[in-house]
């Protein structure tokens, strides 16, 4: 990290404040960048990875140029998606490895065949932007990656597809140094970027489906969403209330649950502490229903129970937030009207001069 920050102004990496990024001074965008190289460092000491971990590190590199090109030159939405699913494609022609069924439901397996590899696309893209979105504060993506790999570790243990488990463990330890400089806890404040936040959840994304698409893996396609849920559900929540708005859904704006709790006065830490607790308390009810019903539709009812009661408490306070900053703008906008002083228009009068020059010429006229 010392070296990457050391080129980040050279090769523009460097956020700078703005309306919407209100940070103080200039940082540097290399934690992304320091996360993808410890995992492949660590990936090249294991070196006994199968093709399907190979191939994910390797696309994951394009990923992650392509994060840093628009930490740089701000990419536009379509040109990423096409990346994005480029790489998803590459890694499904090299391994083999889709979303092909969604488990058993209500005594249903759902397969989904031809359907496999678009709804795998689908999904690894929007858990990659979900993560991109949730990058708003402080250590908050990095944290949340904690907490899903260890929800991970909770619902399937550690003694299926140990290399899947392992490359999620090197993309843990890579993430705890980038943590500790971004809280500034050591050395100088860097940020994610783009980069570190998409290829967070490219990694997770494709750590979830081989885990519960493999006949040996305990983790059920359901488990999954209990795994990334703060995540799915505050993006799902932002996306439909954008559209509901005529927006497009990946217009960015301070509506996501960081904002909102920050708009309601908490500060940057205690913001990422109580959401931190979110996303595991969401991770924890998950594991209580597994153990109280294997059912994975009794387990899905309820996920999807809490995203929807989540998207209309989310989305209703921040209706009622930006209600009370309309009427303060508006407040204070009369109050500057008030305030301005008045322009009084006074009417020229005539010097005596002006008087006695008009007599004179009625007197000549005479």
Not at 44 to 50: K, T, V
Not at 95 to 114: A, M
Not at 257 to 276: D, E, S
Request: proline share 4%.
């Amino acid at each position: 990290m010392v070296i990457l920050r050391r080129y980040a102004i050279l090769f523009g990496l460097v956020d700078h404040p703005s309306t919407r990024k209100q940070h103080v001074g200039d940082v540097p965008l290399v934690g992304g960048l320091a996360i993808f190289m410890g995992v492949t460092v660590g990936a090249a000491c294991y070196g006994q990875f199968h093709w399907f971990e190979k191939s994910i590190i390797i696309t994951s590199f394009l990923l992650t140029l392509i994060g840093a090109l628009d930490d740089r030159f701000d990419l536009s939405v379509r040109g990423r998606l096409l990346i994005q699913t480029a790489s998803v494609i590459g890694v499904i022609a090299i391994s083999g490895v889709y979303i092909h069924t969604l488990g058993n439901l209500f005594g249903h397996e759902i397969n989904l065949d031809w359907l496999g590899p678009p709804v795998t696309i689908i999904a690894i893209i929007g858990l990659v932007n979900a993560f991109n979105m949730m990058d708003g504060i402080d250590g908050l993506a990095g944290s949340l990656a904690l907490v899903s790999i260890a929800s991970i570790a909770l619902f399937s243990g550690t003694g299926t597809l140990r290399s899947t488990l392992i490359l999620l463990i090197l993309l843990g330890t890579a993430s705890i140094p980038y943590l500790m400089a971004n809280l500034g806890i050591v050395g100088n404040k860097i940020f994610l970027g783009d980069a570190g936040s998409m290829l967070i959840g490219y990694l997770l994304a494709w750590a979830l489906i081989h885990m519960s698409q493999s006949p040996q893996a305990r983790l059920t396609p359901v488990d999954v969403l209990w795994c990334v849920g703060l995540p799915v559900c505050d993006t799902l929540s932002v996306m439909c209330r954008r559209m509901s708005q005529g927006k497009s859904p990946f217009k960015p704006d301070r509506g996501h649950i960081h904002h909102i709790l920050l708009r309601a006065g908490l500060g940057p830490r205690t913001t990422l502490m109580v959401l931190v607790l979110m996303a595991a308390s969401i991770a924890a009810t998950g594991a209580i229903l597994k153990q109280l019903t294997p059912s994975s539709g009794v387990h899905l009812t309820a996920f999807v129970i809490i995203m929807f009661a989540y998207g209309l408490i989310v989305t209703r306070v921040w209706f009622r937030q930006e209600a009370v900053a309309q009427r303060k703008n508006a407040a204070q906008a009369k109050a500057a009207i008030k305030i301005r002083p008045k322009t009084v228009h006074v009417a020229p009068r005539r010097s005596l001069d002006d008087g006695r020059a008009t007599s004179s010429m009625m007197s000549g006229r005479q």
